[in-house]
């Protein structure tokens, strides 16, 4: 199962606890993203559970993943495979999404 949190820096948190295929299309990512919002999926799995952010900003496409494994947010050994990919174009930035977290798709 999927579940996004999608934020907004005037309205804060609003939580989505649906598949994202279902909510969200590449026209609503793209306006969400250019207007300023971040972006958190959680990609949960039998063995691994990833966090993944998406953000714009100073026109780059930012796609930052990580599995947490542990209960000390503030031990950072506890973020294994932490990755953070830029991108200048949004399709680059789609595709790598999609490529990455194959269960993530847009209509």
């Known amino acids: 199962m999927i579940s996004s949190i999608s934020h907004n820096r005037y309205q804060g948190y609003a939580f989505k606890n649906v598949n994202v295929k279902n909510v ?55 973020y294994q495979n932490e990755q953070i990919e830029n991108f200048n174009n949004f399709q680059d930035f789609l595709k790598r999404l999609i490529e990455k977290f194959p269960d993530i798709t847009y209509p």
Do not use: P, R
């Not at 953000?55 to 930012?62: D, I, L, P």
């Open 24 to 78: 969200m299309n590449t026209k609503k990512l793209f306006k969400q993203l250019k207007n300023g919002n971040l972006i958190e999926l959680l990609q949960q799995s039998d063995s691994l559970n990833y966090t993944i952010h998406l953000t714009f900003k100073n026109g780059v496409f930012s796609l930052h993943s990580y599995h947490f494994a542990g209960n000390d947010v503030f031990d950072e050994s506890n």
